[in-house]
Each structure stands twice: as C-alpha cells, then as structure tokens.
C-alpha cells in the first residue's frame, strides 16, 4: 500500500538525486507530459463524477462535454510529446482531436433535441423522474 | 515535452483553472451558471492546448465548443425550466446511497489513473533515451526556422497548415464521415425538436395518436394537409 503511495507522489518527485522541495520546485518549474496527462485524467473524473450524481439531465450533458474535452487534452499533450521526440506521424493526435469535437458536436446537439422533446412530454429534466425504461 | 519559465506558469494557471471550473461545473446548484464554469474550464483547456503548440485546435475549441455548443446548451436551459432548481427546494444531486457509491468509484479511478499515468509515463522515459534538454535544443532550432510575423516581434507557427495537409492527406475519407455525421446530426436535431403542431402540419403524426390529441385540441384539425 506505501509502494502504491509512493510511487503515485513520484510523478511529483521525478529526479531522484535533489532535496525534496528541490525535487517539487523543479518539476513545477518544468511541467512535461505527466502533468498534462494529470490534469486531463482530473478533468475526466469530475465529468465521470457529473454523470453520475447530478439529477438535471443538461448538467450530465455538460459533464460528457467535460469528459469529451479530457480526452482531447491527452490527445493534444501526445500529439506535442510526440512532435517533440521527432516522430513523422505527430499531428495524428491533433486529427483525433478534430473528429473528437465534430462527434461532441453532433452529440450536444442530438441530446438537446432529445431533451426538449422529453421536456414536452414529460414535463420534467430530472433523470431520476425520466424511468420508463427502469424495470 | 518539457515547458519551462512563463510557459509552466501559465500551464499551472490554466491547469488549476481547467480543474476548479470543472468542479464548479459539477457543483453548481443553477444550471446557467454551471454552463458558464464550463465555458471558462473550456477556454482554460484551450489555453493549455495552445501552450501544447496546437493553436488550430485551441481556435477550433473556442469557436465550436464556446461559440456554438455552449450557446445551443444555454438556449435549451432557458427553455426548460430551472426555477425549481434556483430556488433550492430541489435536491441536486441523486439520493445519498448514489452519490456515496459513485464517489467512491470516482476516487478508486482517480487513484487507478493516477497510478496507470505514473507507471506508463515512467515506460514511456525508459523507452525516449534523449534526454530532456537535447530535445529542447531541438525544438529550439525547429522554431528558429519559423517565419517571422509582420511586427518582427513573433515567429508563425505552421500548426495549422501541417494540420490542414494530415488532415486530407491520411484522415480524408474520416473527414468526409464526419460531415456526413454532421448533417446527419442537423436533421436528427430538428426532427427531435418539433412541436406538435409542426409535426402535424408536416403530416408526420400516427393517424391513432392524431385522433386523440385531435379529441384534446381541436384546432389542430386545422393544421393536418390531408383535412383541407
């Protein structure tokens, strides 16, 4: 379980030869990749956290469009990572990201449809009223 | 990839930034303020984007997401009625067995993630042998070859056009997918909005339940193309 912990808190402390807060103000000076790769992993979990606590259904709606653009965030953070190391094949990420925001696109608006649709029949935006199909 | 001086401040700004939005965005008990934490944890996203060098997608983040997704969303808040929630008689979250289940989940994937992160970025170190600031000494002499901008004081970055050949040289037939999708997506959009009303005077309604809201509202009669 202490391996576990300090092997996650290494991200924090990449070079092993320096003090501590030597350690930390280094790699806060020079965020690289992980960092990048961090945050996006943050920003997933909160939108995964939005879908499944939050009753109002265009709040989920927001929480995908946060989860969506984490994605797009480890796509982009490669896609640098990878120009950097020299590769040819560098902007593929980039690519990715396009059709990533073409999809949430079309997606927001589709489910919106479906919600004001569901709003006039139903009269309600709560999902845990929305149970037709809960058996 | 290793930013340094105003580029690592900046990332820890927009970072940190990125991630409070998002909580707010969650958090938040009125839905139209939730849609605004959402746009500025949008637009910190594409300030990281461009201090990744991806200013295309970074202008394309702001322009779609922003511009377009984020005004669609607070139009269709403003049809359905939030009051309720506003006025906090309303709980916001599930019930309390949901919400204790799906935040120990989320914290399982936070520590899960986490570690993949950490294990798979240590790989990734022992597979890229060069070290860190050889490959910033290249970067260094990549952008040199930058034009320079009108002012003299800024390089043009070829993000954009480097994006634009990928994109139609390996990714056209994807391309020509996703405007087919997004065409898709209008049509799909406006079917699913329609009113009654524009459903009937398009002669769209089963004949059953046209009866029966005819049987509810009369006036509707007047509207079906087939009566007149």
Known sequence: ?135 | MTLSGYEALFFWIFGLAAIFAGLLTVMARNAVHSAMFLISSLVSVAALFVLARAEFIAGVQILVYVGGVMVLFLFVIMLVNVGAEERGRDEIFNNQRQVTASLIFCFLLVGGVLYSVNRGYSGLQALNQTPPDVLAAQQATRDQAYAKSATGSSKITNDSQSLGGSLYRYASLPFEIASVLLLVAIIGSVMLARTLRQEVSADDVDPEVLKDEIAREPELAKLEPRSE
Do not use: C
Not at chain 1, 19 to 48: C, T, W, Y
Not at chain 1, 92 to 112: D, K, P, R, T
């Open chain 1, 1 to 135: 379980m202490l391996s576990f912990f300090n092997s996650t808190l290494a991200l924090l402390f990449q070079e092993a030869e320096r003090g501590r807060f030597e350690q930390m103000r280094h790699a806060a000076a020079n965020p690289d990749l992980s960092k990048f790769l961090v945050i996006g992993a943050l920003l997933f979990i909160i939108g995964v956290a939005g879908v499944l606590t939050r009753r109002n259904i265009i709040v989920i709606f927001m929480s995908i469009e946060l989860i969506l653009n984490a994605a797009n965030l480890n796509f982009i953070a490669f896609s640098r990572y990878l120009s950097q190391a020299g590769s040819m094949n560098a902007v593929a990420g980039q690519i990715f990201a396009v059709f990533v925001i073409v999809v949430a696109a079309a997606e927001a608006a589709i489910g919106l449809g479906i919600v004001i649709a569901l709003y006039r029949n139903k009269d309600t935006i709560w999902v845990d009223e929305i149970d037709l199909l809960k058996w």
